[in-house]
């Protein structure tokens, strides 16, 4: 990939004033990223270990200390609408139905007015929640909500997609099927996805690369990239895939034992 990347990040640090104590705290330090147009990245670390602030960064939501950040070329200042979010909490309007809450992926956009309704209707589609846009959220499994929170991200048709642990809250059987499914769905859109999970295996099913992060101070430890042929769930039992997983819990057990212990910062 010789060309320029779409998301450039440089030198990041980030970090919070803690109310609580008054002392301040390192999120991240250092970080270099670069994501290239329609790359599938899958960023892989133990929690706490910043991930969630770098990709709210690259949302435009969390300002960094330091550092540059930039999505093709232009410096990031805040939210833009070739950025979208799909949040591990899911984050729909309990009181909006699916169809209004994937509606709400337009409304800060007048140029997309016309025609909303036939997006949103493909939105729909293209998550399988056909037959459900007049359900409300507390009618539906975990995995059905984190189903409108994709539609919602895919209706403005972002460039962009920046995915926070979405299936982290889905139980084990729908994680797999949405992992599948997700895997289709970006294939068949060109998205650029940025993906964040704590799952080794995840991390390897969806990444064309995967960020390796370490925590205290987050940064990044490793990028590895995944050379193996697609859908990676069908080559689990092969030997690459073995070598890869091993690779990377390597990577992060260093980590683990430490959190293990209680290791602060
Ligand atoms: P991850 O997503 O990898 O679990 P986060 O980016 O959420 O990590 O958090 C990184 C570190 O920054 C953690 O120690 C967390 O407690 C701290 N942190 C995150 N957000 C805030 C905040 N708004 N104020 C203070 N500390 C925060
Ligand atoms: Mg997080």
Same mark, same amino acid.
Not at 16 to 29: I, M, N, P, S
Not at 120 to 143: D, K, N
Not at 201 to 221: C, M, W
Not at 256 to 265: Q, R
């Given at each position: 990939m010789?060309?320029?990347?779409?998301?450039?990040?440089?030198?990041?640090?980030?970090?919070?004033h803690?109310?609580?104590?008054?002392? !301040?705290?390192?999120?991240?330090r250092h970080?270099?990223?670069d994501?290239?147009?329609?790359?599938f990245?899958?960023?892989?670390?133990p929690?706490?270990?910043?991930?969630?602030t770098?990709?709210?960064?690259?949302?435009?939501?969390v300002?960094?200390?330091?550092g540059?950040l930039a999505?093709?070329?232009?410096?990031?200042?805040?939210?833009?609408?070739?950025?979208?979010?799909?949040?591990?909490d899911?984050?729909?309007l309990? !009181?909006r139905?699916?169809?209004?809450?994937?509606r709400?992926g337009?409304?800060?956009?007048?140029r997309l007015?016309?025609?909303?309704?036939e997006?949103?209707a493909?939105?729909?589609?293209?998550?399988?929640l056909?037959?459900?846009?007049?359900?409300?959220?507390?009618e539906?499994?975990?995995?059905?909500?984190?189903?409108?929170?994709?539609?919602r991200?895919?209706?403005?048709?972002?460039?962009?997609l920046?995915?926070?642990?979405p299936l982290g809250?889905?139980?084990?059987?729908?994680?797999e099927?949405?992992?599948?499914?997700?895997?289709?769905?970006?294939?068949?859109t060109g998205?650029t996805?940025?993906f964040?999970?704590h799952g080794?295996?995840?991390?390897?099913q969806?990444?064309?690369?995967?960020?390796?992060?370490?925590?205290?101070?987050?940064?990044i430890?490793?990028?590895?990239?995944?050379d193996?042929?697609?859908p990676?769930?069908?080559?689990?039992n092969t030997?690459?895939?073995?070598d890869l997983?091993?690779?990377?819990w390597?990577?992060?057990?260093?980590?683990a034992?430490?959190?293990a212990m209680?290791?602060?910062?």
């Amino acid at each position: 990939m010789a060309n320029d990347p779409i998301i450039r990040i440089r030198d990041l640090s980030v970090r919070y004033h803690v109310a609580r104590t008054g002392a !301040w705290l390192t999120a991240v330090r250092h970080v270099d990223l670069d994501v290239y147009e329609g790359e599938f990245l899958t960023v892989l670390g133990p929690s706490g270990c910043g991930k969630t602030t770098v990709l709210n960064c690259l949302a435009g939501l969390v300002a960094p200390t330091s550092g540059e950040l930039a999505v093709d070329g232009r410096p990031v200042t805040g939210p833009g609408p070739e950025r979208a979010v799909v949040f591990q909490d899911y984050a729909l309007l309990p !009181w909006r139905t699916v169809t209004d809450n994937v509606r709400f992926g337009l409304e800060m956009q007048p140029r997309l007015r016309a025609g909303a309704d036939e997006r949103i209707a493909e939105a729909i589609q293209l998550v399988g929640l056909a037959g459900f846009e007049h359900s409300y959220p507390r009618e539906l499994s975990g995995g059905m909500q984190q189903r409108v929170g994709l539609a919602r991200a895919l209706v403005a048709d972002p460039r962009i997609l920046l995915m926070d642990e979405p299936l982290g809250a889905v139980d084990a059987l729908t994680r797999e099927v949405m992992r599948a499914e997700l895997e289709r769905i970006i294939a068949a859109t060109g998205k650029t996805v940025v993906f964040i999970t704590h799952g080794i295996d995840e991390a390897i099913q969806l990444g064309d690369r995967i960020a390796v992060f370490s925590s205290h101070p987050g940064t990044i430890k490793e990028i590895v990239p995944v050379d193996l042929p697609r859908p990676r769930s069908a080559h689990a039992n092969t030997t690459a895939y073995q070598d890869l997983r091993h690779h990377l819990w390597k990577c992060l057990e260093a980590d683990a034992t430490a959190a293990a212990m209680g290791a602060t910062e």
